[in-house]
């Protein structure tokens, strides 16, 4: 059974940083494209970042050069380093699963989220 | 900025058939992927690839994509299919890759 489980998440303040991660099971990793995607409280989806099977990765403008998402291949974990935190950076993220085809890709697998509150 | 736009709510009887739309310039040259998000839960793909429906998502659900409309239709509606739906592209080597739609809220009335 594939799982995906975030923690990490919490109240932040303003200009702090903050990692959360993502541990899978019932496939690796490795071999996969996988995602960040967050959810405003009350508002829609945002994908946030991508981290290919070979390690590069790509972001949301809005997070760009603040986020950055890496993997651990061996402990089938995924990580999303926030910096320089924003009020409205605050959300549940959710780590997914990305499958792709012929040059299009959609989130098949998601995580319950975990919720990021950046607060004074 | 890149935009698929959705109405903001649809509402439909039981039993009737609900309409959602995706709109973009030229999305039907896009593979469009649509969710349905349930309140407290996450999202569950329910299309794929403009009309091919996962394993387990009844024949309810289905889905079309020309011109600059993408369409998701969910016939003989039941309370249970009350939901946010929200529409997916994915565009490699682009600035934004991953966009979601503005999404809609299905009320059953």
Same mark, same amino acid.
């Given at each position: 059974?594939? &799982? ?7 109240? +932040? ?9 993502? %541990? ?6 490795? /071999?996969?494209?996988?995602? *960040? ?9 945002? *994908? +946030? ?11 949301? /403008? ?5 986020? %950055? ?11 999303? &380093?926030? %910096?320089?935190?924003?009020?409205? /950076? ?19 697998? *998601?995580? &319950?989220? %975990? ?6 | 900025? @890149? ?21 973009? #310039?030229?999305? =039907? ?10 309140? =407290? ?6 299309? !794929?690839? @403009? !009309? #091919? ?9 289905? =889905?079309?994509? !020309? ?13 249970? @299919?009350?939901? @946010? ?9 682009? #600035? ?6 503005? =999404? ?6």
């Amino acid at each position: 059974e594939v &799982q995906l489980l975030e923690a990490g998440g919490g109240l +932040v303040q303003p200009g702090g940083s903050m990692r959360v991660s993502c %541990t899978v099971s019932g496939f690796s990793i490795s /071999d996969n494209y996988m995602s *960040w995607v967050r959810q405003a409280p009350g508002k829609g989806l945002e *994908w +946030v970042a991508v981290i290919y099977s070979a390690g590069s990765t790509d972001f949301a /403008d809005s997070v760009k050069g603040r986020f %950055t998402m890496s993997k651990d291949n061996s402990k089938n974990m995924l990580f999303l &380093q926030m %910096t320089d935190l924003r009020a409205e /950076d605050s959300a549940h993220y959710y780590c997914a699963s990305k499958y792709c085809s012929s040059g299009s890709c959609y989130f098949d697998h *998601w995580g &319950q989220g %975990t919720l990021v509150i950046v607060s004074s | 900025s @890149d935009v698929l736009t959705q109405p903001p709510s649809v509402s439909v009887a039981p039993g009737e058939t609900a309409t959602i739309t995706c709109e973009r #310039d030229n999305i =039907g040259a896009k593979s469009v992927h649509w969710y349905q998000q349930r309140p =407290g839960q996450a999202p569950l793909l329910v299309i !794929s690839f @403009d !009309s #091919d429906r996962p394993s387990g998502i009844p024949e309810r659900f289905s =889905g079309s994509n !020309s011109g600059n409309t993408a369409t998701l239709s969910i016939s003989r509606v039941e309370a249970g @299919d009350a939901a @946010d739906y929200y529409c997916q592209v994915w565009t490699f080597n682009s #600035d934004h890759p991953g966009l979601f739609g503005t =999404g809609t809220e299905v009320t059953v009335l």
